[in-house]
């Protein structure tokens, strides 16, 4: 599934990526620093939400002199992390729904 986020106090103004369970592929950054967000676009794929959390969470960009508190890593980590969570509520009410579509059906049986 393709997610897009809108990430906050950095200078790229859209991270989007492929999420499959808790594997992250095809990460995409719009605008911010070109060479830097491709590298880390590469290093990234692949890896779990966890990994990249790990790897990621935390790191903070300082540009002249002024901590912006965040990072495009840092927003990164963010937006897999709200994409899982996401996608396994998801998966979660789709399970209910088939729970209760079971129950009615045995009831009618």
């Keep these: 599934m393709r997610y897009t986020y809108t990430p906050q106090g950095i200078c790229a103004t859209e991270i989007s990526f492929d999420i499959n369970e808790d594997i992250i592929t095809n990460v995409a950054f719009a605008n911010g620093c070109n060479g830097n967000l491709q590298a880390v676009s590469r ?65 009618l049986s």
Excluded: H, W
Aim: hydrophobic content about 30%; aromatic content about 4%; some cysteine.
């Design 43 to 107: 290093l990234v794929d692949g890896m779990t939400v966890r990994g990249i959390q790990e790897k990621c969470n935390g790191i903070i960009c300082v540009q002249k002199g002024q901590s912006k508190g965040t990072s495009c890593a840092d927003q990164l980590a963010l937006a897999v992390e709200k994409a899982y969570l996401e996608s396994t509520q998801g998966e979660r009410r789709q399970g209910e729904y088939a729970d209760k579509v079971a129950g009615v059906k045995n009831t």
